[in-house]
């Protein structure tokens, strides 16, 4: 399809003009969805935290990314300042190089985002069925900030991204990210 390969040649762009983005150790397309996903979902994180948010290829339990906000600022750890008048957002994607969704990578996201919350499901057990590592480690986030926004009687919104690349948005000469990285190198150490 010609769309797909346009896309093809927007991410080979962003590579091109940040040569640096071939080091890092995870798929392509997952750093191309989280550098032109950005400011349009992520509150325009740092590059290495939108990395850190990749949940890899194998394992990941149907979510690609996960990133989770208190007060539109990314949370990275358990002793991050939560009171009761925090807004908690935990942000699911599931990205797909495709034409459409199928059912199966919707199952597989809602099954993972399920697991997640289930706290009796331990975190060995997680590892035990499949997770990876990147999934386990933000379980273990999320559970801990889950929990202790309960404790503050907070609100906490979870949202899932079905996001299937809008071309629109990322083939745009004017969209402000592309723009930016074009302008300022991204950095970032590995």
């Known amino acids: 399809m010609s769309l797909r390969i346009l896309l093809d040649d927007q991410i080979d762009k962003l590579f091109e003009d940040n040569p640096e983005l071939n080091s890092v150790n995870k798929n392509k397309f997952e750093i191309a969805v989280s550098a032109f996903s950005n400011l349009q979902y992520l509150y325009g994180i740092e590059f290495d935290d939108l990395i850190d948010g990749i949940m890899g290829e194998g394992g990941d339990e149907g979510i690609d990314h996960c990133y989770v906000f208190c007060n539109g600022v990314l949370v990275k750890d358990e002793n991050h300042q939560i009171n009761k008048e ?4 935990v942000k699911f994607f599931q990205t797909k190089k495709e034409n459409g969704f199928s059912t199966n990578g919707f199952k597989n996201l809602k099954e993972g985002i399920e697991e997640i919350f289930n706290l009796e ?39 899932s991204i079905m996001l299937q690349l809008h071309l629109k948005l990322i083939l745009q000469k004017n969209n402000p990210f592309t723009r930016r990285i074009r302008k300022e190198p991204f950095k970032h150490t590995i």
């Open 121 to 159: 499901l331990d975190l060995d057990k997680l590892q035990k069925i499949g997770a990876n590592q990147d999934i386990i480690d933000a379980a273990d986030l999320i559970r801990k900030i889950f929990r202790k926004s309960s404790r503050e009687r907070l609100n906490l919104v979870v949202k």
């Open 86 to 89: 925090s807004h908690i957002k």
